[in-house]
């Protein structure tokens, strides 16, 4: 069974950091296209992140410059750094995989497998 758990969420200040971690289980992302989205209650979802199986990664304009994502193959698990962070940057954060290697993009509805969430909240 495929599954996908993310963690590290918490509570910052304005301009502090979090490392948030996806880690997969029942397969590995050798093959697949990791991405992070983010969403407010009431709100859309939206890409902030992704990394290709052959380790190109892509971000958000939004965050370009502050967040880094990067992985551990051996220990199947994605990260997302986030930096200098915003109150903006408040929401949950879900990780999301697709085997479609050809659609790797920041549109959601191309991820199969989905996390829970972890929990980001920034205080000014």
């Known amino acids: 069974q495929v599954q996908l758990v993310e963690s590290g969420g918490g509570s910052a200040q304005a301009g502090g950091s979090l490392r948030l971690s996806c880690t997969a289980s029942?397969?590995?992302?050798?093959?697949?296209?990791v991405g992070w989205f983010r969403q407010a209650a009431g709100k859309q979802r939206e890409w902030v992140s992704l990394i290709s199986s052959d380790n190109s990664t892509r971000y958000a304009d939004s965050v370009k410059g502050r967040f880094t994502i990067s992985k551990d193959k051996a220990k199947d698990t994605v990260y997302l750094e986030v930096n200098s962070l915003k109150p903006e940057d408040t929401d949950m954060y879900y990780c999301?995989?697709?085997?479609?290697?050809?659609?790797?993009?920041?549109?959601?509805?191309?991820?199969?497998?989905w996390g829970q969430g972890t929990k980001v909240t920034v205080s000014s």
């Open positions: 999301a995989a697709t085997a479609r290697t050809d659609a790797c993009t920041g549109a959601p509805y191309w991820y199969r497998y």
């Open positions: 029942g397969y590995t992302y050798s093959n697949y296209c």
